[in-house]
């Protein structure tokens, strides 16, 4: 975590944050940042695999509060056999976006192994994990059944992440992850601040 200003001042502080975006290919990581970060403007009309890691900014202003979060999206290709080629883009993570596609059963078993990934390469840091369940649009047998809801609780409850779902195509709850992100990224910092104030 990077901080603009001293503890003492405590003026508009700009905070950034290293957000690895993951899961497999084809669920929907590159759309939903590029809905995120062109304002719902911009979905892509064709799929374009990501061969290496993108880099994209977005900052959010922390609400109630003075601060800021910059968040520099690294969206990570999720094609196993690329994973090597770009190990090194997924050092010191600081938030986890773990996405996976609601109709696939399998990208939410798959999403597991790339959460692992991410914490290993955070190193020393304990970044925090989001769950992103995309293409709320569409319906099959698995969509709202028991069994997708206790697989989803129990990756929730193995990495202490918080699921949401969202649409990228229909732009539906897209910003409800990033702004819990953004939130609790600023919670930590303020926690900091108050436990070197009253060491």
Same mark, same amino acid.
């Given at each position: 975590?990077?901080?603009?200003?001293?503890?003492?001042?405590?003026? +508009?502080?700009?905070?950034?944050?290293?957000?690895? $975006?993951?899961?497999? #290919?084809? $669920?929907? &990581?590159?759309?939903?940042?590029? @809905?995120?970060?062109?304002?719902?403007?911009?979905?892509?009309?064709?799929?374009?695999?990501?061969?290496?890691? =993108?880099?994209? %900014?977005?900052?959010?202003?922390?609400?109630?509060s003075s601060? /800021?979060?910059?968040?520099?999206?690294?969206? !990570?290709?999720? &094609? =196993?056999? %690329?994973?090597? &080629?770009? #190990?090194?883009?997924? #050092?010191?993570?600081?938030?986890?976006?773990?996405?996976?596609?609601? /109709?696939?059963?399998?990208?939410?078993?798959?999403?597991?192994?790339? @959460?692992?990934?991410?914490?290993k390469q *955070?190193?020393?840091?304990? +970044?925090?994990? $989001?769950?992103?369940g995309n &293409?709320?649009?569409?319906?099959?047998?698995?969509?709202?059944? +028991?069994?997708?809801?206790?697989?989803?609780?129990?990756? !929730?409850?193995?990495?202490?992440?918080?699921?949401?779902?969202?649409? *990228?195509? =229909?732009?539906?709850?897209?910003?409800?992850?990033?702004?819990? *992100? !953004?939130?609790?990224?600023?919670?930590?910092?303020?926690?900091?601040? /108050?436990?070197?104030?009253? /060491?």
């Amino acid at each position: 975590m990077v901080l603009n200003n001293t503890f003492n001042q405590r003026r +508009p502080t700009t905070l950034r944050a290293k957000v690895l $975006v993951v899961g497999d #290919e084809k $669920v929907g &990581k590159t759309s939903i940042i590029q @809905m995120i970060t062109s304002d719902g403007t911009h979905f892509p009309k064709q799929y374009n695999m990501t061969i290496t890691v =993108e880099e994209i %900014l977005k900052n959010y202003l922390v609400p109630n509060s003075s601060d /800021s979060v910059e968040m520099y999206f690294f969206d !990570c290709s999720g &094609k =196993e056999s %690329l994973y090597s &080629k770009n #190990e090194t883009f997924w #050092e010191n993570g600081s938030i986890i976006m773990a996405v996976f596609d609601l /109709s696939q059963p399998q990208t939410l078993r798959n999403v597991t192994k790339w @959460m692992d990934r991410a914490i290993k390469q *955070a190193g020393e840091l304990s +970044p925090m994990v $989001v769950l992103i369940g995309n &293409k709320k649009d569409l319906d099959n047998d698995y969509c709202n059944t +028991p069994e997708r809801a206790q697989d989803i609780d129990s990756v !929730c409850k193995k990495y202490g992440a918080k699921f949401f779902e969202v649409c *990228a195509k =229909e732009n539906l709850s897209l910003e409800e992850p990033f702004k819990h *992100a !953004c939130h609790m990224y600023h919670e930590l910092f303020l926690n900091r601040i /108050s436990s070197i104030s009253s /060491s």
